[in-house]
């Protein structure tokens, strides 16, 4: 009954070779008017020799294919530098807890050291001595910390 594929619409989205891109998009075009010169058995096929209305949709479409674009550009942007920043932060969390895991144990192995520190200290010195509190608690810690 209609003419399928010859629409138009259909004609212009393959002339921008939407089909190019990596990811999928739908572009979904609203044509209202008393005046549109219907072409075929129904009134969802225009034909594509009314050069008005043909310009018209293809440069709203390209001109939402930039929208989108930039748009989806900016995203991924954003999502490499998060990418970065977590790897950068789970390395540099993993050195920082060694580093610090090895200076409060080698406080526990000098007594002359541990009595410089209060009550509180003490407290946390005894939990690495008695391996209590271990470089994975310090790396869980710091990424809990991190991550909120």
């Known amino acids: 009954m209609f003419s399928p594929g010859l629409h138009m619409i259909e004609s212009i989205g393959e002339i921008t070779r939407l ?17 549109i010169p219907f072409k075929g ?10 050069t008005e209305i043909a310009s018209a949709v293809k440069s709203s479409i390209q001109q939402c ?4 674009k930039s748009k989806i550009m900016k995203r991924m942007q954003a999502r ?7 790897h950068i932060l789970s390395r540099d969390i993993s050195s920082a807890s060694g580093l610090l895991y ?11 050291r541990k009595s410089r520190y209060g009550a ?4 946390l010195l005894n939990k690495v001595a008695d391996n209590l509190i271990t470089k994975e608690t310090f790396i869980e810690a710091l990424t ?3 991550e909120q």
């Open 19 to 35: 089909t190019r891109y990596k990811d999928k998009i739908g572009v979904f075009v609203s044509i209202v008017s008393t005046k």
């Open 41 to 50: 058995t129904g009134k969802e096929y225009i034909g594509d020799d009314i």
């Open 65 to 68: 294919c930039v929208q989108l």
């Open 80 to 86: 490499e530098q998060q990418q970065e920043r977590e």
């Open 102 to 112: 090895n200076a409060l144990k080698d406080i526990t192995l000098n007594p002359s």
């Open 120 to 123: 509180d200290d003490l407290e």
């Open 144 to 146: 809990k910390h991190c």
